[in-house]
């Protein structure tokens, strides 16, 4: 190829978060570049925006539809080659399936969609269109976190018994959403959250975290989801037993009333060889403990670490990478596969190292099943495909 | 009082591991000291077990029928004071019981009995013969779990809402019993470990610490036990999901087969005002973190500690206090009210700071309902009281 | 502004590391773009650099004498409006020199020069010429060490008594210039390193970040560097007693032989008042003690810091930022003054926060101090001004 | 030996502190039995101390002097079998000189003597006397100590390079003297302290500490001392560059006003094959770094480890250990030589850890060089032997 890819973003306008970080992500290597959006529900708000963005004023769009109808007009090189949706979560689906149809890849912020059935109908019209689709499950990015994948995938660990996964955190441990705070407004109304807050926004992390480094898959789950703050109906804490398909138990923890934790997802898994543990607050460190010796701390791009991590660090050892880097990282790959298909080439998605609608659809099954059991008198509920 | 007080000891001879470190806890603060002892089912091994210890023959019993029998007959302030048990699990009950009968207090190492119906004779048993009882939950003696304990009380964390505690170990990640190990052995054999090995053995550990730090009674139980190594019958690791009588919830699991880990027991709790965090390995330190503000670390013996957490050590601060020292504090505060007892004083057990036959029985309820939810289809087990 | 600053490289063609790290630090915020360079002295390389770059054929040149006199003559707005300099040190004074001779304001990689001659000669251009410098001593970057240098500037440690620094890097602890190793054969040759090897490429490092940190200069040094691999001339390691001009005391070591350490930069500084501990590879914290309570624990775009930190953190607290983001941060601030200077505002450099000449010129004061104190038997000798 | 060793005190009465450390330490493992002392300089005050201590009233002494005299008299097996002397600095001396004249071994707190002449002259005297000595530098007691001094005498690390030891702590931070706190007044106190306060008190355990790890002898000193408190007169901080016999070189710092730090003795040893780092307030990990390959954690009672090191620790491995245990090793090792000695035994006391005689001589060497350093022009002295 002999150009960057070509991005356009809808959301992400002035006073946004996410929306930032992918611009940064997606550009960080220097293989992308932002060449429209639609920034904000308000026109002149996306204006402004993509002034900001030092963008030309013709490519900076009032509405997601004006977007995707116009950029479909131009000529392949110059319309943008895919769509980075980094809206509140109730937009996610209607804007993924608009894009599709109007022949666009997209890049999708987490959760994927705010129920079941609209990520389903989102992994039929993927199929349907052919075109690629890259859920931002960004925690899988990391370099350690590869690491940690092929420990596993190599048997190092040997057979999985044991997983725990944790993400607490804090900023949900009073009503917030009270004082009018927009990310705490829509993450505990139903109505833009979907059926669950702290496990529909963090749980599933800990769930697409905890697949992705040990291959396995949750099967089934027993769930006592809590509201610890006076006005909710959605959950802010939940504890969640978990089995596998290969035997292993484990358990899944997720809270927003965690006072003093900001981020703190981690995950230790136990195998009958050898234990991991992986912190995303200090992701720079693997701790690797085996039967009778001392246990290992593994750092990023030191020598000796897989080819999967050591190809996700940019840096040489010693130069820690972050948050945005492992975002990045999940761009790359997701670039590396655009690429090859506008160079007409024949792709094998599952080869690039991506979270895909599946996992998307994956982590809704979950959350849903994990809503229900919490709910349920019985204890083990099965978590469908 | 103007003597030390006198201890016999139960069990404890060469080889054996508990014994000793009971020996140097006790003797620690030179309030106590060892006056006799049946160190052994063997008569032989129980004398050169005494020899070692410098004991004089007479003092040295073949079996502890014979030590309660004939220190019985010996004037007070000569005979010993107290028992203390450090036998296998099954030997508890009926040293104990015997000794309560003899007219002597006790200190039992844990678990206090292998069943339940032990426990409970036991309690009866104390309550009629009005002796003193310690169970060596040595763990709550660490000054940082004084700390946790009165930042709880004072209210600083507010209302508790969650609780995470953890207790990883993986000595028995292989079949150790199969190689004739003793500690393996006895542990894994319901005729010596009771209903649960894992469970019994350190969960219960972690239901103790919990309810001691937060000052709640864990009331249901939804258990999750596994039996990870060929060839056993009872648990070798488990999850459960907690509820409180004040309505937090949390998770309590632990596991023998968390392979690299040797005693990694932990806790975290969290209110709504604040959390802590604290670990059996690094004692020393208690993170307690605040909404807003930067994360604190309290150490042992620091200035600003609580009254119960500097009187809880022995050195200034930065000079670290181990296991053996949290275990002494257990025989510190049961030689103050053996020796108020000795002086004719009334006394209020309950002020005293140490693990009483309650706790026991407690924990023995706990284990019992894990292993009977692990087996249940219904999700949320009372726990008994 | 209504478009991107416009930025120009020399040198970080293919198979350099820190031309890179500088390309993606420059654009991460989105006010920079690449638009020319010259990427190697081997023009063919160059061309090749600049196509992976996706720049257009007509502005990757061969030589930077060819960027600087051609890029001259394009118009405002279409030239570049700086030159990145990120070639071997032995090249950055004559590019430095020809870049602002050529009317274009420059940003160099460390060290500045390799000697204190051309570091003075560059000093003096830069005021002739009136043209903005900014030297990429990255560290100071960091949100964690903008808090450190704020507590301190606030008075918050009161009287700074000590500070030690230390640089513990391990990949020279062999003879790898032997192998041809790039990175280590320039950087032990004195024609291309300068006087030092050690204490030019790291500890100058610690000498900007000490005075960064603490608002203090170093004033007097007594030295003893060493070369503990045979065959070099340089120093690969040394001890550094520093004197500061407030009478604060304090050590600063280097060492690129100090085995299974990767880029260990760390500074701990003691005031009258208080204590802070930081360490380049865990960046997101700051230790802060205080005497008699509990240490502080502060992390990156937590609540409550500083005004200087939390505007250097891109992300929300509990979301690690790393060396790359440190680095964006110097071009940020170099952004901003660029982006006043276009405006035709009047600026004032100080204001903004990013490595001037004159640190350049401090640290190669500092350098050549100390060697030559190392070689001396003086115990003390002033670093000039 | 078919009795415990008897030991005799003086110093250490009520309201002492460190007098309580060696009763603990000396009595953990069952091998040693305090059995008499002179607690105090007030003999009023002593009595008391030996009640609280369970003494018989006739063996509590009014005066070291009594007590040596008496205790003369009494038949061996009943009577001392050494002194430990547990005084202020300032009564080492004569109170270690009786007790060799009088016939006993001797046990001394650190430091040996207030100068070095008193050094010397105890240094002959033992060799006169043919007696015991032993010297509570008790921080290699610890059994992570053992296992890096094990790891350099095998070689694991190769050729020792680089040393840093520190000594951080930050109670004299303010004129604390001036308040009348006795440990503060004498300490700074040339009459009681000799020549050095910080040097003296701290820095001479990281002297000791180094040369006991690295088996090297620190042979020059190059020292920057520093009084920050108005109105002292000896250092409370210092910094020392350090040569070793073998070529080595590094840096010894200690302070006293290193506010927030209680006891933060930590030392880092690089050679030419590895690297480790030790820190006394977490004493149970040893960090052990290798070329290209992730540091280990190695921690006390770990399979794998030194037997040296294993054989000092008295629990299994997770069950932490702490200043008193290590305290405890000091004498653990002595009285294995003192039992020798009463058996009769011809003993080799170089066979058995712990420091002697010559460690306090080198010591005292090592601080009145330091001192005298950091008074002088000359860049290096050298530390006599």
Chains 1, 2, 3, 4 share one sequence.
């Not at 000796?304 to 940019?314: E, F, L, N, Y």
Request: charged share 25%; aromatic share 8%; hydrophobic share 40%.
């Amino acid at each position: 190829m002999n150009r960057k890819i070509r991005m356009g973003m809808v959301g992400g306008g002035r006073d946004a978060f996410i929306g930032g970080v992918h611009r940064i992500a997606a550009q960080m290597d220097g293989r992308i570049e932002l060449v429209c959006g639609a920034f904000s529900s308000t026109p002149q708000k996306s204006k402004l925006s993509g002034k900001d963005l030092f963008l030309p004023p013709e490519r900076v769009y009032g509405t997601y539809r004006d977007m995707i109808r116009k950029e479909s007009k131009l000529p392949e090189g110059e319309r943008m080659d895919f769509v980075s949706i980094v809206t509140p979560n109730n937009m996610h689906y209607p804007v993924a399936m608009a894009s599709l149809d109007g022949g666009f890849h997209v890049v999708c912020d987490t959760p994927m969609t705010v129920n079941l059935d609209e990520a389903q109908n989102l992994e039929r019209k993927i199929e349907a269109t052919g075109k690629l689709f890259c859920l931002t499950r960004n925690y899988t990015g990391y370099p350690m976190v590869k690491e940690a994948r092929e420990l596993v995938a190599k048997g190092k660990l040997g057979k999985i018994r044991r997983v725990v996964v944790e993400y607490p955190q804090g900023w949900l441990a009073e009503r917030l959403e009270a004082s009018g705070q927009k990310q705490a407004s829509w993450r505990t109304d139903a109505r833009f959250a979907g059926v669950s807050c702290c496990m529909g926004d963090i749980g599933s992390h800990g769930h697409n975290l905890t697949e992705y480094i040990t291959g396995l898959r949750i099967t089934e789950v027993c769930a006592d989801l809590n509201v610890f703050v006076n006005g909710r109906t959605l959950d802010d804490d939940g504890s969640v037993l978990i089995r596998f398909d290969n035997g292993a138990r484990g358990v899944l923890w997720a809270s927003q009333v965690a006072i003093g934790r900001a981020n703190g997802l981690n995950i230790r898994v136990y195998g009958d060889k050898g234990t991991l543990e992986w912190d995303q607050e200090e992701p720079n460190s693997l701790i690797v403990r085996w039967p009778n010796k001392a246990a290992e701390v593994r750092r990023t791009a030191m020598a000796g670490i897989s080819k999967a991590a050591a190809s996700a660090a940019r840096l040489t050892a010693g130069r820690p990478e972050g948050y945005l880097e492992g975002f990045a990282n999940i761009y790359a790959s997701f670039a590396a596969v655009v690429a090859q298909t506008i160079d007409g080439k024949a792709v094998d998605e599952t080869k690039f190292d991506y979270p895909k609608v599946r996992d998307g659809v994956r982590g809704m099954f979950f959350v849903d099943t994990v809503v229900k059991s919490s709910a349920s008198e019985s204890k083990w509920l099965e978590v469908p495909e």
